[in-house]
Every structure is written in C-alpha cells, then in structure tokens.
Nanobody
C-alpha cells in the first residue's frame, strides 16, 4: 500500500482544513487508516483513526473539532479539521494498518500501522 497525503497549508487560527490521503492498491477497504502528527521538537502523536468498518476514534486534543472519514470507492481517507489552533501546527501523516489485522483498541498506537505516507505540513497562524 502506498499513501499520498495532501491538503496541508497555512491557515489562520479558527480556520479549517481538510486533509486527504490517497491509497494505492485494491485492498484499501480492508485497512484501518490513521492520522498522526509531529510538531517541531516533539514526538509523533496520534490524531484520529477509522476502522475498515467505519468506526472512529480521536485524540482528546482534536475531539469535537475533527472528523475522520473514508471513501472506499476513491481509496481515500480524509481528516476534516475545524477551529484550528496554533498548537495544531505539525506535519500530518496518514497510515494504514496490515489488512484487517488491528483490533479497535489499538488503532491509536503507531506500531499498529505498517504503511505510512510522506506527510503534509499544517501551519496555523495565531
């Protein structure tokens, strides 16, 4: 599985962005997908994930402000982010798990994912 993230950019605080992650291959619908981010000087952290069946989980830091969704016909997962804050500034990465292999409670863990995209920069100006 190859992943291509896009949609990042510069936005003012309070604004919105929608990130996209396009996946190659025929098995996209069977993979759980996740979004992670890494801010300067910090470790990469979990943002949101969606199981192959559509169940979702969010980090507390983005809960209520973000929505993860998937379009299996387009092999794409999305992350809609609203009410952006300066602390959301980071490189955002999408990831895919091994097909069908991850239990839901583990979707927030980096080690659950085998495939990673290249990252897209999100910068929120205050």
């Amino acid at each position: 599985v190859q992943l291509q993230a896009s949609g990042g950019g510069l936005v003012q605080a309070g604004g919105s962005l929608r990130l996209s992650c396009a996946a190659s291959g025929r098995t996209f619908s069977r993979h759980a997908m996740g979004w992670f981010r890494q801010a300067p000087g910090k470790e990469r952290e979990f943002v949101a994930a969606i199981s192959w069946s559509g169940s979702t989980v969010y980090a507390d830091s983005v809960k209520g402000r973000s929505t993860i969704s998937r379009d299996n016909a387009k092999n794409t997962v999305y992350l809609q982010m609203n009410s952006l804050k300066s602390e959301d500034t980071a490189v955002f990465y999408c990831a895919a798990d091994r097909r069908g292999g991850t239990i839901f409670s583990m979707l927030s863990q980096e080690q659950s994912y085998d495939y990673w995209g290249q990252g897209t920069q999100v910068t929120v100006s205050s």
